[in-house]
């Protein structure tokens, strides 16, 4: 049972354009949402991270937007760059007083800026 | 500050053998997880190790079995190989407490 489903899987976005990668959820214990960008070969990169007590957030290029009671976020990339091509995952973690730091990883988006 | 790292980078095993993959967890982390990452898909948990202890995993069969040293360094051994097992394997460090999870370039298994 995939418990974040993102969209679209692939996104081709002009220079200097809007990309936006959007995330679904179902488990309301969910409650911390990081996004990671992978290039080919290397391993994921914690790109931002949001908590559900707040709608929004900005680092720099990235925002992201976070609607808790439609159980959606999505990721903004503003002023896209051949730089950002990449494949991007968003994830959940569910709320631990152990500290289980498990991720779950939506299926990820290849994204591709073209000049 | 150095960062987590993996090693073999790429690994070819025959159907049936066994596998041990090492990670170096990043300098002042704690816990170490891992995730298989199979291709064009996100990486899924197995299993996440702390004070030397398993401390949660994920859907993987007895076969994935893992270890945590004193230093926090962490090997990931699987048995009995299938072709399936062929993906990138992830190493995962943080610090105890709900912080963010730092991936290492990950080991490509093949099973042939």
């Known amino acids: 049972q995939q418990q974040v489903k993102q969209s679209p899987q692939s996104l081709i976005v002009q220079k200097g354009g809007i990309s936006i990668i959007n995330c679904a959820y179902e488990?309301?214990?969910?409650?911390?949402f990081p996004w990671y960008q992978q290039f080919p070969g290397k391993g994921p990169a914690l790109l931002i991270a949001?908590?559900?007590?707040?709608s929004e957030k900005k680092e720099g290029r990235f925002t992201i937007s976070f609607n808790k009671s439609a159980k959606q976020f999505s990721l903004h990339i503003m002023d896209s760059q051949p730089g950002d091509s990449a494949t991007y995952f968003c994830a959940a973690r569910r709320r631990s007083n152990f500290g289980n730091e498990k991720l779950t990883f939506g299926t990820g988006t290849r994204l591709t800026i073209i000049p | 500050e150095t960062g987590v790292t993996q090693s073999p980078t790429h690994l070819i095993k025959t159907r049936g053998q066994q596998v041990t993959l090492r990670c170096s967890s990043q300098s002042g982390h704690n816990t170490v997880s891992w995730y298989q990452q199979a291709l064009g898909q996100g990486p899924q948990f197995i299993f996440q190790y702390y004070r030397e202890e398993e401390n949660g995993r994920g859907n993987f069969p007895p076969r994935f079995s893992g270890l945590q040293f004193p230093n926090y360094s962490s090997e990931l051994n699987v048995n009995a190989l299938e072709l399936d097992d062929s993906a990138l394997y992830l190493c995962?460090?943080?610090?105890?407490?709900?912080?963010?999870?730092?991936f290492g370039n990950g080991t490509r298994l093949t099973v042939t």
């Open positions: 488990n309301t214990a969910f409650d911390y």
């Open positions: 949001i908590r559900p007590d707040v």
């Open positions: 995962a460090s943080s610090s105890q407490g709900n912080s963010p999870l730092h």
